[in-house]
Structure formats: C-alpha cells, structure tokens
C-alpha cells in the first residue's frame, strides 16, 4: 500500500510540473469558407461569428460564417447589412453585437450598431455609437459592451472609451484610455479589461492598460515584450494572450501576461503568423481564425487553435500476470507509454506514466507530441515485454483512443496473448531486455529461494509474493520464445 500512494504521488507532481512547464501547442481545425482579413471573432450558443471583414482584393465584404467546434463544421448565417471590416465584435444578453468599424471598401469610420437575433437570424440596427469608429475592440463585462479605442471621425487615433448598455439600447462616455491606438487588442479577466499594443501615427506599441468597470479607472501594467499593431487578444484561464500582429513584417509571437505574478512569458509561436486577426476562447482552447499573411493586403481562411490542455491517450491494455479472465479484472500497476515516430529510427517524441484501473484504463497526458502526426504507442511495463501498436496513430486533434484487448492485431507483430475473452501484453520480462528467457527465471528463482515480497519486478503476477506461480508465467513465455517485436 505504501508502495501505490508513492506511485501516485509521483504522478502528481510529473502532471503538475509539465502543466506549469507547458507553453501550450497548435492544431488545426476545419479552415472558414471564405477567407478574410480585419475580422473579430465572438462566440454566441457555443459557436464562433465571424462577421464582415476584408475578402480577396482587399474588398468589404457582408458575409457571417459561424464554426462549431464541437462539429469542426461551418454554417452561413445572415449577411451584415452592409459590408464592414476593422469592426467591434461582442456578445452581449445572448445576442452578437457588430459595433461601428469601415464601411465598405472605404476606411471611413461609422458608427452604426447592428443585432444579431439568433433565433431569427435578422440584423436588427440599434442606438449608434456616440462617435463613429473603426480598428477600435470591444469587450463585455456584465452584459455590457465595453468599446475602447481605434481611429474617430478627422481620422484620430484614439483612447475614447464608451460603454452600450444592450438592455436600455443607451450609450455613455467613460474615463478616455491613457495611450490612443487604434489595430489594437483586448480581453477581460475577472472585472478588468486588458488592453495590449496597437499602433498610432507614430508606431507600434507594446503598452498594456487595463480598465475597472468598477471604478471608471485605467491602470498601467508591465509592457508586452514585444511591440505590435494588428494583433489580438483572449483570456482563458485568468491569463492574457495576445497574438500576431504586423509592422513590419507580420509577427508569429504569442505573449502570455499572468495578472497573478504580473509578468509576461513567451509561448509557442502561432503556427501561422498573422495580421487582422480575431481571437476567442472556447473549452480549453482559443480560436484565431483568417487573417492576413503579409503585411497589408492578403487573406487566408486558416484556422489555428492554441491550447495549455495535454494530448490525451485513452488507453485499455490488460498485463497477462495482472489479469484475472474469471472477472476481466486486473491489478492495478503503472504502465509507460513511449510516443515514437513512425519512421526510422522511430524516435521517441514524448512519454508518460499512468495507473491502470482494474478495468486497464488509464489516462496518458502528453505536452511535447503534436496533432495530426502519427505516432507508435509504445507499452512499457516492469515485468512485461514491450508492446507496440499495430501502426502509427495521431491526435485529432487532442485524443487518441486505443484498446490493446480486442484483437491480437492491435499490437505489431500480433503480440499479444489471448486470456480467456481478452488480449494482454505479456509478461515475464523482468529484466527488460526485450526477451523472455532463462535470464528472467533465474532472477525470479533467486528472489523466490529467498522469500521475496514487495514491489519487485520480479513479482509477474502483482501480488507482491515471488514465487512458483510467477515462474510458471515466465517458463511458458520463455518456451514460446516470447520476444520484442517492432517495426
Ligand atoms: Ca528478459
Ligand atoms: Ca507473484
């Protein structure tokens, strides 16, 4: 007993230390039809609204397409009433909100605000905002529409904060943000409004300010590391992230700032760098869909998520000497799996250790091992031979399931051992030299002479006895000349 609340300690703190350690992965999902830049993303009923923004040519476009990412699909919803790009996006009371933003293929602001009503899926035109804008954000706290920023009417860059109220359709002017910008980026996190980089006349700004509703009051926070304009920004989990960006160039960098320890830390860069982007967060994950891939002009309809949460590994595999076929139980032990590279010299990319349920279920966490690459599934165990999968298998995108019980063939080389219903690795590799022969027996003969108990790796049956019923598992094997099969 003391030996398993050792085990399970040990995999607290491997789960814990890869989980501060992460600085999160990429994937991708299904790309959006119809590619655009200067878009905002919002998500409404658990879909992502994509609305308006530049199309091909650098033209106005009306079009709304929404992303399911439970379906990985993409529905047509109904077109904005008039093109606009460089908007302001929220929900707000269950409804979308498209706020003010360039009017098609100009770069005059407006200030006109637009409804969706879902259910109906109608347009509906509200109160304007109280001065016309465009490249402004805004962001929602307690069903309100925060709108910070952008370029104003005569063409000013700006700190003009307003605040739509959607239930009484009304307007209010709030305390003016210290640095205007305009291209700029931000996000809520608990009841301040964060807001990073952005450009004026002057360049890019790498400034982070934050809002209090609460108290009409702006903050200044450390500075980004890195200083861009056309970037953009969620939070998930109480941290910031702020993305891409352009000027000059268009910048792959993904910033983290942890209002807790308040600091910035450097995360993987995005998969495909970007300009005039949206970002939102969804489960444990955060959307950054189209965009531009150049500086200026140019649209892609790429759909990229970033994510903290690990690979998983659902795993069902049974250990011969464990496993009990009156019950299709076994006991519980710890089983690592190594992901390998499904080519010469088959690397190992990542690993992880887990508990067995008696059922021989267990959760493999992975944080280095990326989607959409195949990977073998490498068994290791203390007293079993190593036990691969039939052929490579890939995350799509965070899971894999894999059940080595079914059939023989869900291991390479069919090497599994049927036990009354269900297929199990087999044991009596005690030394782990990829082969069951004399040698285990001899280690497991001496351990028995002495009375051996614990949590030995001569134990093949998992009782913690060393004794004839363990060299019975490991002769048996040792005459079929159990090996090591790989690819
Ligand atoms: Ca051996
Ligand atoms: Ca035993």
């Not at 007293?383 to 995350?395: A, C, D, P, Q, R």
């Not at 009782?463 to 004839?468: E, F, L, Q, T």
Request: hydrophobic residues 40%; negative net charge.
């Amino acid at each position: 007993m003391k030996t398993i609340i050792f085990i399970s300690f040990f995999l607290l703190n491997t789960y814990c230390f890869s989980q501060i350690d992460s600085v999160g992965r990429w994937f991708s999902r299904a790309p959006m039809p119809t590619a655009r830049q200067e878009i905002a993303h919002a998500i409404l009923n658990g879909k992502i609204y994509v609305p308006g923004g530049l199309a091909t040519g650098g033209v106005g476009t009306t079009t709304v397409e929404a992303f399911d990412p439970l379906t990985n699909s993409w529905s047509t919803v109904a077109p904005l009433p008039e093109p606009l790009h460089h908007l302001g996006l929220a929900v707000a009371n269950g409804r979308l909100y498209v706020l003010g933003g360039y009017s098609g293929n100009s770069f005059v602001p407006n200030h006109k605000v637009w409804s969706l009503y879902p259910d109906s899926n109608i347009w509906r035109e509200k109160t304007p905002m109280l001065i016309s804008r465009g490249a402004h954000i805004a962001v929602t706290f307690q069903n309100k529409i925060y709108v910070i920023g952008g370029v104003i009417m005569g063409f000013t860059v700006s700190g003009r904060t307003d605040v739509y109220d959607p239930l009484l359709d009304s307007w209010e002017i709030l305390a003016n943000m210290p640095t205007p910008r305009e291209h700029l980026s931000g996000a809520l996190i608990d009841s301040l409004i964060y807001v990073a980089g952005g450009r004026s006349g002057a360049g890019n700004f790498n400034k982070l300010e934050a809002y209090s509703p609460l108290s009409n009051i702006w903050y200044s926070k450390p500075n980004m590391p890195t200083a861009r304009g056309g970037l953009t920004a969620a939070s998930l989990n109480g941290k910031l992230y702020v993305f891409g960006g352009e000027t000059p160039g268009v910048f792959s960098q993904n910033e983290e700032y942890n209002p807790v320890t308040n600091s910035w830390k450097t995360m993987t860069p995005m998969k495909t760098p970007r300009h005039g982007i949206g970002a939102v967060a969804a489960g444990d994950s955060i959307f950054i869909i189209g965009g531009g891939v150049v500086e200026g002009y140019s649209v892609t309809n790429v759909n990229d998520v970033f994510t903290l949460a690990p690979l998983v590994l659902k795993l069902n595999v049974f250990v011969e000497g464990f496993f009990d076929p009156s019950s299709n139980t076994m006991i519980r032990d710890t089983v690592k799996v190594y992901l390998q590279k499904t080519f010469f010299p088959f690397e190992i990319v990542d690993s992880s250790k887990a508990y067995l349920s008696n059922n021989g279920f267990a959760n493999f966490k992975f944080n280095k091992a990326v989607s959409d690459s195949g990977y073998y599934l490498v068994i290791k165990h203390r007293n079993s031979i190593e036990t691969w999968s039939s052929s490579g298998y890939s995350f799509t995108p965070s899971l894999i399931n894999y059940d080595f019980t079914t059939s023989a063939t869900k291991a390479y080389g069919n090497n599994l051992i049927l036990k009354g219903t269900k297929y199990c690795i087999y044991s009596g590799d005690v030394n782990q030299d990829g082969f069951i022969d004399g040698s285990d027996l001899a280690l497991t003969d001496n351990d028995a002479f002495t009375f051996a108990s614990g949590y030995l790796s001569t134990d093949v049956t998992g009782d913690n006895i060393i004794d004839a019923s363990d060299l019975s598992v490991i002769d048996n094997n040792a005459f079929n000349n159990v090996i090591k099969i790989t690819p």
